[in-house]
């Protein structure tokens, strides 16, 4: 197993929710800029949110209002809350390591292996 470790995916009707989890052995978890990325099948890699250091949140326009990130500091571990889910949220979730946004919102660090959301409607 790598530094990052995702699990909570799985199937889900639209409109539901599911919670995904990453536990980090990162020795300084509490430093890091946390976040989550997604991949559909045939499209690239797509920033979903950060959570700094600071517990300052950042969302990607497609999961805005519906998706909500955190972090338990004393856990290591970094949580995607995913709400009113559509067809479209279907991809292999990342969680990753010193995320740091600017134009646009990059990892420095590592990928956890993924964990699959589908959504049928």
């Known amino acids: 197993q790598g530094p990052l470790v995702e699990s909570g995916g799985g199937s889900a009707q639209a409109g539901d929710s599911l919670r995904l989890s990453c536990v980090a052995s990162?020795?300084?978890?509490?430093?890091?800029?946390m976040g989550w990325f997604r991949q559909a099948p045939g499209k690239a890699r797509e920033f979903v949110a950060q959570?700094?250091?600071?517990?300052?949140?950042y969302y990607g326009d497609s999961v805005k209002g519906r998706f909500t990130i955190s972090r338990d500091n004393d856990k290591n571990t970094v949580y995607l809350q995913m709400n009113e889910l559509k067809p479209e949220d279907t991809a292999v979730y990342y969680c990753?390591?010193?995320?740091?946004?600017?134009?646009?919102?990059?990892?420095?660090?590592?990928w956890g292996q993924g964990t699959q959301v589908t959504v049928s409607s």
């Open positions: 990162l020795r300084t978890f509490f430093s890091y800029n």
């Open positions: 959570i700094s250091a600071a517990t300052v949140t």
């Open positions: 990753a390591g010193d995320v740091v946004c600017s134009t646009e919102c990059v990892t420095l660090g590592s």
